[in-house]
């Protein structure tokens, strides 16, 4: 099994930046797909989920507006749209695979909004 995030970088507050996530070796299409966050001392914490069909989708408040969660199943692929960003979405973000009890975590890719 394995996720592979990339995508992320440095970009300046109100840039943009479009995060993936490839997954392999589990049936994508039957888990949810979910991105997390964990900031330097923070604890990680969920932005953004996607059920395995694209019917619902969740986000945290505060990334609401901002960030938009999709997946393409014939590509194992699930992304994070992150728009209008800000110096406090600096984190390292993780894509995680989750149905029932079973969950599959990536390794993360830093993010860092900076001018």
């Known amino acids: 099994v394995r996720l592979v995030e990339s995508g992320g970088g440095l970009v300046q507050p109100g840039g943009s930046l479009r995060l993936s996530c490839a997954a392999s070796?589990?049936?994508?299409?039957?888990?949810?797909m979910t991105w997390y966050r964990q900031a330097p001392g923070k604890e990680r914490g969920l932005v953004a989920s996607?059920?395995?069909?694209?019917?619902?989708?969740n986000y945290a408040d505060s990334v609401k507006g901002r960030f938009t969660i999709s997946r393409d199943n014939a590509k194992n692929t699930v992304y994070l749209q992150m728009n209008s960003l800000k110096p406090e979405d600096t984190a390292v973000y993780y894509c995680?695979?989750?149905?029932?009890?079973?969950?599959?975590w990536g390794q993360g890719t830093q993010v860092t909004v900076s001018s």
């Open positions: 996607i059920s395995s069909t694209s019917a619902s989708t």
């Open positions: 995680k695979a989750v149905k029932a009890i079973v969950e599959y």
């Open positions: 070796g589990f049936t994508f299409s039957s888990y949810a």
